[in-house]
């Protein structure tokens, strides 16, 4: 059973930071495409953001320019570090592991963005 396992979330006021983190097997970590995805109440889950082993990323819209993916391979750790922070950006944020059709999701962390 492939476990990935999310920390970091919590309550934060607009214009606020988070750092999320995702620890995730070693045998899997340095093979897998990796991404940060979220869900708010009501919509669909969707892509925050992901890196592949060859350190390139790709960022959601809405997201780019306030947030940073980066992947710490030597600790096995996914990073997602959130500045700015908006209402809007209030979910519950997922990490994901993918390599081809197989993927691997972890349990996700709330983010609450209020003042």
């Known amino acids: 059973q492939v476990q990935l396992v999310e920390s970091g979330g919590g309550l934060v006021q607009p214009g606020g930071s988070l750092r999320l983190s995702c620890a995730t097997p070693?045998?899997?970590?340095?093979?897998?495409?990796m991404g940060w995805y979220r869900q708010a109440p009501g919509k669909e889950r969707g892509l925050v953001a992901y890196?592949?082993?060859?350190?390139?990323?790709k960022y959601e819209d809405s997201v780019k320019g306030r947030f940073t993916i980066s992947r710490d391979n030597n600790k096995n750790t996914l990073y997602l570090q959130m500045n700015s922070l908006k209402p809007e950006d209030t979910a519950v944020y997922y990490c994901?592991?993918?390599?081809?059709?197989?993927?691997?999701w972890g349990r996700g962390t709330q983010v609450t963005v209020s003042s």
């Open positions: 994901k592991a993918q390599m081809g059709s197989t993927e691997y």
């Open positions: 070693g045998t899997i970590f340095n093979m897998y495409r």
């Open positions: 890196i592949t082993t060859g350190n390139i990323t």
